[in-house]
Structure formats: C-alpha cells, structure tokens
C-alpha cells in the first residue's frame, strides 16, 4: 500500500483536509463556471443519514464552513452507527429528571422510545423541524436544523468516549456531550482551516449559538431563542413516533402496556 493511501485510510486529520479541499475547489470552479452544479452533494451509503445530510445542505447559506460542517456530522453517524444505538440508551443518573419530563412520567412512552434507533430519532426531528419550518424565520433555519439534528448526539457512548476523555466526565447530562460533540468540531475545523479569515471566524462564532441551542434544549429556554424552537422539535418528534408505534404496531403496543401494567 502506497503511504498516501495509507494516510487516506487512517488518519481523521488528513482526509478532513481532503474534504475540506474538495469543497473548496468545487466552490472555486463553480464562481468561475455558472454552468458547474452547485447543488453537487456529498454521498453516504445510509438512507436516513443522506436525508438528513440533504435536508441541512438545502438551508446553507454559506459556503464550504459549513458544508465541511454538516459532512462530518453524517460521516460520524455512520461511522460511529447512530443506526444501532437507541435513542435513550446511555442515560446517566444526571439525566432522571429529563427522562421523566420526556416521558410524562408514563412508562409505555419509555419503552417505545427505547425501541426507536437514535438515527431514526434524528431523522424524525428533521422532519419534525421541516413541518415547522414556515414559522422559522429563514435567517435561522439552517441553524436551527443543524441544532435539531445534534441535540442528542451525546446519547451514542462510542463518540462520546471519543471526545470525552474520563469515565467521570463522562457522567453528565446529554445535553451536555451533545454541547462538547459540537465543540470537538468547532476544533476539529478550526484546526484543519489554521489561520482563519475574518468570515471564518464569523461562522466560528456561529457554532456558538448552536452550542447553546444544543444545551438548552431540554431546558426553559427563553422563547423565540434557537434552544426553544429545538425544544420543540424534539417533542414534535416523539409525539409523531408515539402516534406512530400505537398506530402501526398496535399488537407491540398492547404487549407494552401489559408488561407496563404489570411493573
């Protein structure tokens, strides 16, 4: 194996430049050349994931930032298998008070949404956030499906043993890693740009608000704020997966309530 090839296979920091090179010479002949697509897209083999990755690449309203951005936010989901990990798995004794609001203290809910992959459940939120989007402002709707897709990004152990570095940092609220998952890329594109221009570091600066939403999301977040509308969105999705599980699957559903019944 040739050592670029090798490079190519295993190091993060390398094919990050690769992308993040692509993306630039594209943008580049695409200013040079009208007739250059400029709705080319970045593929993933995952159906759910390409979804999600369309839905953000439609709202850019800048340039390879964020598309470096939001293609290192799929590629973490395929790679670290969002597809497999539940959408309530992991949750530490920091987070009762947030599984007892999700779930309105009814048990039914609790084993429903632990049915339901933490990939579906992202993919449920973009669509929650596209029902909602006539009533987003059009300045902050990329923002806010970007914050809807990453709100539970700190469920998934795997990438959170990634950017975590210590068991005992590891015990707090998924809010929270959700939060340190953005700062990682924050860092990660920081790192690969190096000496940022001033619109750089305007985007940069842009992470910060989804930070915030990201955190606040299971908060009472002041409203008209990003961490609200996100809010939202999170509970719009699981209602439709709840509406959804008893509707579809009302045998699955009869057996939940028995055993809920019987706890």
Known sequence: MKKKDYLHLTSTAYNSYLVLEKIKERIALTVENDSINKKERMSFSNELVQYIYNSMYDRLTAGYFWEFFIYNICKDMEEYRFSECSSVSGYMISDEKEILELVDNNKIKT???????????????????????????????????????????????????????????????????????????????????????????????LVEKIKQAVYHHHSEAKPKTIGNVVKKIDQSAREFEFENFRDSAPQEYTKYMEQCNDK
């Not at 049915?115 to 449920?124: M, Q």
């Not at 909602?132 to 998934?156: M, N, P, Q, W, Y």
């Not at 210590?166 to 929270?176: A, D, L």
């Open 111 to 205: 084993e429903v949404y632990k049915s339901i992959s933490l990939l579906e459940h992202t993919f449920d939120a973009v669509r929650a956030f596209e029902r909602l989007e006539d009533r987003i402002s059009v300045e902050f709707r990329f923002l806010v499906v970007v914050s809807a897709v990453l709100h539970d990004f700190g469920k998934c152990e795997s990438l959170k043993n990634k950017i975590i570095n210590t068991k005992e940092e590891r015990m707090v609220k998924h809010s929270v890693s959700s939060m340190l998952y953005v700062k990682h890329l924050q860092d990660l594109i920081a790192k690969t740009i190096g000496d940022c221009s001033d619109m750089e570091k305007a985007q940069l600066d």
